[in-house]
DNA sequence: TAGTCTGTTAGACA
DNA sequence: CTGTCTAACAGACT
């Protein structure tokens, strides 16, 4: 599951279950996952009518009626599916809404987390604070500004400071769709790159939300798990344009997958 | 089996 | 500043 999409591909889902209610009943099912506020602090807030989802890079909250927020973020592993019953495998936390079932946030790993946030909390939230733009909103002097020259940019752009949202499976597939090798340096980047870059993050990430809200539709849910990308997890695969073999190499601490005949090293 | 891999992020360290 | 490693954690894969 991608980063930034499956963030906003959850947050259409869970606006459309919840919109409009409360919930009528939750259940906190492992208190670990709480990191900020108390469990009757967290029923309360989510016992009041439901404003807005929102989604800022890869947090996802929801607005409730009286001013308190609730925070999810998935890290690795978690999501918010809808259930019939309150405990699935993994539940984290659940809450009934009457016209639609049990909301649950999964998380097999328990590396995300949910927080409770009092009114006026979320305007001082930090990692809102410091995150760049969204990938649709960004432009190329700001992109360039925010990414130093000796800089790989990978890990520039998994730096939620300089870009929002983007994750280790999108800069696979970005790379290969620009043709850039997996360790270029911003500083090697052309104009014309830094262009085909901007142009096409937003590109990317709508493409892979029409696919997941699409299949979403298609298989009401939990995925059958087929690999929808063109080269991560194919290490070994022809490359879709060039035939030639998909490698994995490591890259700012996690796998990059890349065709080394259309994607060559700048000084090759 | 045991070891290795994994979509994130913050923080320690060289 | 930069990259690398680790820790959170637990399951799937080789």
């Given at each position: 599951m991608p980063e930034l999409a499956e963030?906003?591909?959850?947050?259409?889902?869970?606006?459309?279950?919840?919109?409009?209610?409360?919930?009528?009943?939750?259940?906190?099912l492992d208190?670990?996952?709480?990191?900020k506020g108390s469990a009757r602090e967290l029923e309360?807030?989510?016992?009041?009518?439901?404003?807005?989802?929102?989604?800022?890079?890869?947090?996802?909250?929801a607005e409730l009626e009286?001013?308190?927020?609730?925070?999810?973020?998935?890290?690795?592993t978690g999501k918010i599916t809808c259930e019939t019953t309150p405990q699935p495998r993994f539940a984290r936390l659940a809450w009934r809404v009457d016209k639609t079932g049990w909301l649950t946030f999964k998380d097999s790993r328990r590396l995300g987390h949910v927080e409770v946030l009092a009114p006026g909390e979320l305007e001082?939230?930090?990692?809102?604070?410091?995150?760049?733009?969204?990938?649709?909103?960004?432009?190329?002097d700001e992109l360039r500004e925010a990414a130093s020259d000796r800089r790989q940019l990978k890990?520039?752009?998994?730096?939620?400071?300089?870009?929002?949202?983007v994750g280790n499976i999108a800069i696979s597939e970005l790379f290969w769709r620009l043709q850039l090798p997996p360790e270029v340096r911003c500083g090697e980047l052309s104009q014309a790159q830094w262009e085909a870059l901007v142009e096409e993050m937003p590109r990317y990430f709508d493409e892979i939300i029409a696919r997941s809200m699409a299949d979403e539709i298609a298989y009401m849910n939990e995925a059958g798990g087929e690999n929808i990308f063109e080269v991560y997890g194919r290490k070994g695969e022809?490359?879709?344009?060039?035939?030639?073999?998909?490698?994995?190499v490591k890259v700012a601490?996690?796998?990059?997958?890349?065709?080394?005949a259309c994607q060559p090293p700048v000084n090759a």
């Amino acid at each position: 599951m991608p980063e930034l999409a499956e963030v906003e591909v959850a947050r259409r889902n869970v606006a459309g279950w919840w919109e409009g209610e409360a919930a009528a009943e939750v259940r906190l099912l492992d208190a670990k996952v709480l990191k900020k506020g108390s469990a009757r602090e967290l029923e309360e807030a989510m016992l009041r009518p439901l404003v807005a989802m929102r989604r800022r890079g890869k947090y996802l909250w929801a607005e409730l009626e009286g001013g308190h927020a609730v925070m999810f973020h998935f890290r690795m592993t978690g999501k918010i599916t809808c259930e019939t019953t309150p405990q699935p495998r993994f539940a984290r936390l659940a809450w009934r809404v009457d016209k639609t079932g049990w909301l649950t946030f999964k998380d097999s790993r328990r590396l995300g987390h949910v927080e409770v946030l009092a009114p006026g909390e979320l305007e001082r939230y930090d990692a809102l604070l410091r995150m760049g733009k969204e990938p649709h909103d960004i432009t190329v002097d700001e992109l360039r500004e925010a990414a130093s020259d000796r800089r790989q940019l990978k890990s520039a752009l998994l730096d939620q400071g300089v870009v929002a949202g983007v994750g280790n499976i999108a800069i696979s597939e970005l790379f290969w769709r620009l043709q850039l090798p997996p360790e270029v340096r911003c500083g090697e980047l052309s104009q014309a790159q830094w262009e085909a870059l901007v142009e096409e993050m937003p590109r990317y990430f709508d493409e892979i939300i029409a696919r997941s809200m699409a299949d979403e539709i298609a298989y009401m849910n939990e995925a059958g798990g087929e690999n929808i990308f063109e080269v991560y997890g194919r290490k070994g695969e022809a490359c879709p344009r060039c035939e030639e073999a998909i490698e994995r190499v490591k890259v700012a601490g996690r796998s990059t997958y890349f065709c080394p005949a259309c994607q060559p090293p700048v000084n090759a």
